[in-house]
């Protein structure tokens, strides 16, 4: 392949993102330069604050706060968006299509809430939207999902895809901490926003798993639909109960294709300990795949982090930049031709820790289990074990049951008298 | 993107490869073909015994044993070569992109060895040779290579890229197996071969990691100088000493760049327990890649197999027929543009297990451990574990010292009158 002009790109952020592409594309440019065919220029980044500091040196002349700098340069070919949040970053990368740009995001929350219509956007313009930063940071997902794993149909995923609460559910873990304490130090060490809001109660987390579910299902998927919980209520108590009995806790995305509906999800989850997302440990995180030809498949890698993210990036530069070159754009386009359902959680089985506090007198095993059984929930295990004054607490597994089935005995079992209190429920998945 | 006319493939080889791309074309049929813009059809399939019984059901007019009904026919896009071995697959693979077609190919060997010079040929004539099945059958890693990672500099490649040799670590780790009972039973299980040499003598495993290790460093590797030393002399005390130090062993190939010159090799090694290899058992590949953006990043799943290197076979025949229909052959051209030399074993830093039974008699861990600090070979672990009538195993973990310096100071110590026996010596990896 002749080497031809450089190919010239506009970054819309200079945060933690975007520092890490400009420094990927400065340490390995004779690299990335021999792989693109040519060149990759920074010509011109989208900042709020031009006196700020930047963790990257970049030549003044670069930095601009008005954004049709980029997005009506016509010497500018790719638009790089990572701003982050819906707005005004949406519409930043529809004009950049309009104006006959490439796109490349690392935005999560665009492409869970938006991707369908911007991909029917860039395939109108015959563009690349490409996207590989915007699920589990550095770790090649997308298009192993888009190409690689083509041919298979992909039945179930399920992945650690936040590495703030893998990092929290770690320390607790090995450190016996309360939830509010690991968080603490998340923050402290910069893994943990000051607000953690969008990451404890599984948001982030449940804008990635719809985004692998729509691409491996082939369907879109309404983000808004997607059940999350987060892990404020795990308590060390629980974690310290899975343990003994083979699990550890893990904040678990899953999708599931069930022919005529999808299940997509995010909530805390006891995994066996010999399943391949349990050692799956601080901010790490992994998915695990499972095609009808391939079988598992697991990625595993850091899905954070301003190099890691800036990685993903420059990748799909580099492949954008040959389809430039090629006159080849939007030769990966949506693969989303089917339009399923999403289950609803209620209408799903599912099998269910739950740990509680009761009186400690005799019959009470027995009058929990007889709701239970009542309500067609069987008991995979039951553990007492030592009591707090006049209390005793039980722990209980439950073999897959309806979820509302399950619900429904749980409010009956809450309103016996010698029940003082059901402290948690989580789902188990294996 | 509009729907166009069929792309038409050839296929060399109906063997268990061959009937597993066969098999997923199949069953999914109309996925693929949307994914792929249009039909992907089998027009010919090229085998040895037009009677013979086959895993699949093949119209019998496909079959033929004459290569030049696929490679002359003018209608045939896409070469899928799947004999394995040099010749004629050499051949084959040549003659079709001197005809004009596109290569899709699952031979590890033919890619070891003359994938430089193929992938020259390609590039003079616009064409693609895609062989993602080539190394660890469904485990995406040749494309996530050369595209979602290609803005790193990789500093260092480990894998666990043998199934069979693998399974048998793994029986003989469970069970306390000899090597020859576990390999037998892999035999019987259809995991290893009647002739198990390619397999266990770390010849596979060596043509994957120079594959990876050509297009992770640029450079053209030469993979008749890539060390390889296989299971065969691995014992259970082996494994059972490893695993009292805290490491397994594993048949391990790795790649290294060391700016000036590549370490590449195959063989046993201790890894410690908690590496993210230890736990990849049974028949499973993984191989663990290290960028300096991306850091850590880990794939994992079946590495041979009908089904799943069909995955990767048919992942390529998508991505290689979207290419033709955007014009746009050649996109994703060999990447080595660099020329390193290669370390030769002698000249590396290794750490070492040995394990030997020497005479029970006062003054001989002294002599040997003199022996060790005179050719500069410090230590960082002796064992000395019970008798065998009058012998005494010792098992000895050295810190990193050139081989040479090991290797010396090894002849040194097998001739002093007290060592009965050197048994097995195994290089250490972090």
Known sequence: MAEHRPIQIGILGLGNVGSGVVRVLESNAEAIAHKAGGPIQVKRILVRDLAKARPVEIPPSLLTTDAQEILADPEIDIVCELIGGVEPAH???????ERGKQVVTANKELMARHGHAIL????????????????AGGIPLIRPLK????????ARISGILNGTTNYILTRMAAEGKEFSVALREAQELGYAEADPTYDVEGLDAAYKIAILAAIAFQTPVDVTRVYHEGITRISPRDIAHARELGYVIKLLATARDEGSAIDVRVHPALVPQNHPLASVNDAFNAVLLNGDAVGDVMFYGRGAGSLPTGSAVVGDLIDVARNIRFGATGRVPCVCNRNKPMRDIAELSTENYMRMLVKDQPGVIAGIAGILGESRVSIDAVVQKGTQGDLAEIVW?????????FRGALTRIAQLPVV?????VIRVER
Chains 1, 2 share one sequence.
């Open 120 to 135: 029917a956007e860039a395939a109108r313009h015959r563009r690349d939207v490409y996207f590989e930063a915007a699920v």
């Open 397 to 405: 597994i439950t073999h897959p049951a309806p979820e509302s089935s």
């Open 91 to 97: 519409h930043y990368v529809v004009e950049a299509l």
């Open 147 to 154: 190409v690689d794993l083509a041919g298979n149909r992909i």
């Open 420 to 424: 003082h209190e059901i402290c948690n």
